[in-house]
């Protein structure tokens, strides 16, 4: 089955820096890589999500790179602010009916002022 | 977006006893859902998949008889913890996927936070 390992699993940044995080997944038949954002006892919440199709998305301060030959997709924010501090999340899986996400262990993103 | 919602937000129950948590999506249907567990600081565990109309399947170390899965409708699924003891107590969080055609993105409840006394 499918395994995603995140990295890193905290990462603190200054207000206005940028911030990485990186993961990586094991099986190459997985087409859809979403994000997810969770606040303490809260949902996730999807931030943005990537198909195989595509290299990069952009949305705004938010942006997802996939490589493909190396099972890799990164999240990257700009211009961080205090309140995207949370429990970032990367997934992975085949996207189709019966199948589900497959979770990264999470990236706790500090932004400090 | 799509809606999950879930029931109750919170319960505290004593060890033995057996407790029903409901997820429901409300503006689409769902053949598939699909229960989490997350233990404190720690990641999403999939637990397990309903299957509208058909037996859950489980993933590998989960309790089918501990944890029952029913999905009886389109629109609603249950997880039912049998005989509870401390070591179940925590974040229940089912999702589920809009096939409709809008989107296939996969939406979260709201979650369950299960103590057991």
Known sequence: GENVEQHPSTLSVQEGDSAVIKCTYSDSASNYFPWYKQELGKRPQLIIDIRSNVGEKKDQRIAVTLNKTAKHFSLHITETQPEDSAVYFCAATFNQAGTALIFGKGTTLSVSS | ?117
């Open chain 2, 1 to 117: 977006g799509a809606v999950v919602s879930q029931h109750p937000s919170w319960v505290i129950c004593k060890s033995g006893t057996s407790v029903k948590i409901e997820c429901r999506s409300l503006d689409f249907q769902a053949t598939t859902m699909f229960w989490y567990r997350q233990f404190p600081k720690q990641s999403l565990m999939l637990m397990a998949t309903s299957n509208e109309g058909s037996k859950a399947t489980y993933e590998q170390g989960v309790e089918k008889d501990k944890f029952l899965i029913n999905h009886a409708s389109l629109t609603l699924s249950t997880l039912t913890v049998t005989s509870a003891h401390p070591e179940d107590s925590s974040f229940y969080i089912c999702s589920a996927r809009d096939l409709s055609g809008r989107t296939d993105t996969q939406y979260f409840g709201p979650g369950t936070r299960l103590t057991v006394l």
